[in-house]
T-cell receptor, first 117, second 112 residues
């Protein structure tokens, strides 16, 4: 149980275009999901907390207008990188925890490698 | 603000060795601590979860310990194998927070 699916696994886009990344909880409902960014050989940095039915909470320094988060259902959160630029190229990973029981820890998606050319 | 540090940053060992990865954290008010494995270009696989009230957890050749008062955790890998080669990440969940705080990871290479 507690499987998180993330798509696409990789994407290449042209500078100035937008890219949407999906994060789905397959066998549980997730009222909260998290979006992380990871640069090569570095650790995961939290970008934002996605809350079902309400606005996302962004970490300091993360542009909310560039990284749009939508959590319209209990099983789906999306991250849209708007007007992407080469410096947005990175590895993006989402995670979720089954509600009610953080004792089982957090489950992560397989990540999305974004390359902006 | 919680800070998580992992030592060493990289480790290369011959197959069969027992090894210890270290994780330290500055704020001891944690709810739990989780060890993950990450293969290159992949997501995270949860290895072990230790609740704040626990001292250790074991899964197969892996054993993780937690000393909350000193802000330390160790991941012990017995009889290492080439398939254990990956980056190992330590993450803590503070009480009152919903998101994990990650360490920078230890890149492990097990030589056949």
């Amino acid at each position: 149980g507690a499987v998180v699916s993330q798509h696409p696994s990789w994407v290449i886009c042209k500078s100035g275009t937008s890219v949407k990344i999906e994060c789905r909880s397959l066998d549980f409902q997730a009222t909260t999901m998290f979006w992380y960014r990871q640069f090569p050989k570095q650790s995961l940095m939290l970008m934002a907390t996605s809350n079902e039915g309400s606005k996302a909470t962004y970490e300091q320094g993360v542009e909310k207008d560039k990284f749009l988060i939508n959590h319209a259902s209990l099983t789906l959160s999306t991250l849209t990188v708007t007007s992407a630029h080469p410096e947005d190229s990175s590895f993006y990973i989402c995670s979720a925890s089954p509600p009610r029981d953080r004792a089982y820890g957090y489950t992560f998606g397989s990540g999305t490698r974004l390359t902006v050319v | 603000k919680q800070e998580v540090t992992q030592i060493p940053a990289a480790l290369s060992v011959p197959e069969g060795e027992n090894l210890v990865l270290n994780c330290s954290f500055t704020d001891s008010a944690i709810y739990n601590l989780q060890w993950f494995r990450q293969d290159p270009g992949k997501g995270l696989t949860s290895l072990l979860l230790i609740q704040s009230s626990q001292r250790e957890q074991t899964s197969g050749r892996l054993n993780a310990s937690l000393d909350k008062s000193s802000g330390r955790s160790t991941l012990y890998i017995a009889a290492s194998q080439p398939g254990d080669s990956a980056t190992y990440l330590c993450a803590v969940l503070n009480t009152g927070r919903r998101a994990l705080t990650f360490g920078s990871g230890t890149r492990l290479q097990v030589q056949p």
